[in-house]
């Protein structure tokens, strides 16, 4: 039987896309189908041939006319007609039922009849091959053997009548019995090719269903790998690309066209030149790679390459670019460190904290002794140095360890203003920062001094990047949905994609000077208070439509209570 239909293939010219795996039910149509399709429409035609060659002989005179016969025909042709269209395929291997009584019983049935009444000396024992091949193929063994059985009778029959007539023994049931024992043959042979040709087609649909499954895993952890990869062929056409290298590559199209290729873009004729270079030393080639995207946009890639096999005569080499930011892995090698120097300062933050507080304690002891005003501030001045460690030692701590924060209702824009005001004394180019607070009333859950971290740390970052026009960084508070939010902007230059991706990942900075924490320690804060912090481009909160750079967070809300609405405590997240 015929193999079973190719599935729909996931491959594309752009991406892989992952589709749920369509394990084994038969196809639509399978092998056996076909064939029994195949063997209804072989009997609606030669009953059509039969009808038209006996009407044909009747009008022409080479046989007498004989409207039974026509009319025998005529039924045999309307009962092949609705077995194809009313009666669906039976099972196969089923050695009797219904099914086969309307097709191999009718075709016995009526190809005897005819064969006996030897209409105008037609000889009509080769029709009785098809009921033999119908019995062999879609049958079991002894639903084949028992129709060939049936078949070489009738032959034998036939052959006695005309002997009993002809006096002619020898010669008539000889050639019944050779004929009988051919359509024994071609029985036995048809049913074990029958059968041999299913088992090969389940084997194959098997094969065929691991190999679609294993594919479908392959594309699966393909997709799901941070590292970029394409494939590209020798003339440079991108062949596939999973969704790490289209968002690396800044690509977006869905499905790419015909003409896709890495020289299409003038930003990816280094990996063109690099896929080049592959193909020509047919060897594995490593390089970092410099990518201008678009105007201010520099991607920094570590690229690796490999040939794939020719598969046979006719197949082309490909090219297989594994794609990783240099900025990721260099964040990634960071936090790995500085991960481990994080447990050996927690240690070390352990040890200190005893002999600190031995020191403090001293300190003090000693402050009441003295009595020389000069003595007395430089203990003074010890006490404040040690306490400024202190506190040191205890925010290290509080960075390596869980624990629960206290929480206060703060009124947003009160606080925001005091702490904003603090923070322009203490600060060079206070006029820079523009105020904008809308949210009053309401109260935001969150600690007052991880508040005053959160917003230094934002302000300090707005003021690196931002320009020395007035008004050039914007803190604005407001209540949109029922959340108060703070928004601290500044008008600097766009961040680049690659730059986004990491914002609030640990010792990730653009600068050498900055140590890439500030971020990170904001969003630690606001997470373990319920509250969400983002990044954005987008215009200034004043109103004035300016565009830059926007750092919102998100508060859990407490709003006082209004006519009909939710009562004071209610909180909002």
């Not at 997470?527 to 990044?535: E, K, N, S, T, W």
Request: proline fraction near 7%.
């Amino acid at each position: 039987m015929g193999p079973p239909s190719t599935p729909h293939s996931t491959w594309s010219h752009s991406t892989w896309t992952w589709e749920p795996p369509a394990l084994p039910a038969p196809p639509a149509a399978s092998g056996f189908q076909r064939l029994w399709s195949t063997f209804m429409l072989a009997r609606i035609a030669i009953a059509l041939v039969l009808l038209a060659l006996l009407a044909v002989m009747m009008l022409l005179g080479l046989a007498p006319l004989d409207y039974w016969q026509l009319g025998l025909c005529a039924i045999y042709l309307a009962a092949a007609v609705a077995v194809r269209l009313l009666t669906p395929p039976g099972q196969p291997g089923r050695s009797f039922d219904a099914q086969w009584v309307s097709t191999i019983g009718i075709d016995l049935l009526t190809f005897a009849t005819l064969h006996f009444l030897q209409t105008a000396g037609l000889n009509f024992s080769p029709l009785f091959a098809l009921p033999v091949l119908t019995a062999s193929v879609l049958g079991s063994p002894l639903l084949a053997l028992g129709t060939a059985a049936s078949v070489a009778l009738l032959l034998l029959v036939d052959a006695w009548l005309q002997a009993l007539q002809l006096a002619e023994y020898t010669s008539r049931m000889a050639q019944a019995g050779l004929a009988g024992g051919g359509y024994f043959f071609v029985a036995l042979l048809a049913n074990q090719l029958a059968v041999r040709l299913e088992r090969e087609e389940r084997a194959a649909r098997r094969s065929l269903s691991a190999a679609r499954t294993q594919a479908h895993v392959n594309e699966l952890v393909i997709d799901s790998l941070s590292e970029g990869l394409l494939v590209v062929g020798a003339d440079w056409r991108i062949h596939a690309a999973n969704p790490s290298a289209r968002a690396l590559l800044g690509w977006q199209t869905r499905e790419a066209p015909a003409s896709l290729a890495l020289v299409s873009r003038p930003g990816w004729k280094p990996l063109a030149a690099l896929a080049q270079r592959t193909f020509d030393t047919a060897a594995e080639q490593g390089a970092e790679l410099a990518l201008d995207l678009a105007p201010g946009e520099r991607l920094h890639l570590r690229v690796r390459t490999r040939l794939t096999p020719p598969q046979d005569p006719y197949s082309e080499p490909l090219c297989v670019m594994f794609l990783q930011d240099l900025r990721e892995a260099e964040a990634r090698l960071r936090t790995e460190k500085l991960a481990s120097m994080g447990r050996m300062s927690a240690a070390v933050a352990h040890e200190i904290r005893n002999p600190l507080a031995a020191i403090t304690q001293a300190n003090g002891l000693l402050a009441e002794e003295l009595s020389d005003p000069s003595h007395q501030q430089l203990a003074a001045f010890v006490g404040t140095n040690a306490r400024r460690l202190s506190q040191i030692v205890e925010e290290i701590l509080n960075l390596v360890r869980v624990q629960t924060p206290s929480t206060d209702w703060l009124d947003l824009d009160q606080v925001v203003r005091s702490l904003v005001t603090e923070w322009q004394r203490q600060t060079a180019g206070a006029d820079r920062v523009k105020l904008h607070l809308a949210c009053s009333p309401a109260w935001a859950a969150f600690d007052g001094e991880h508040l005053r971290r959160v917003l230094v740390n934002l302000l300090d970052n707005a003021m690196r990047y931002a320009s020395p026009a007035p008004g050039a960084i914007v803190v604005a508070t407001d209540l949109p949905t029922g959340q108060a939010r703070l928004n601290v902007w500044s008008n600097g230059g766009p961040l680049d994609a690659s730059v986004q991706r990491h914002l609030f990942e640990p010792f990730f900075s653009s600068e050498s000077r900055s140590s890439g924490l500030g971020l990170y320690i904001c969003r630690e804060l606001c997470d373990r208070h319920g509250a969400r912090i983002g990044y954005a481009r987008a215009p200034a909160p004043d109103g004035s439509g300016r565009e830059g750079n926007s750092f919102t967070v998100t508060f859990r809300t407490r709003t006082p209570v209004v006519p009909g609405g939710a009562p004071f405590d209610t909180i909002r997240a």
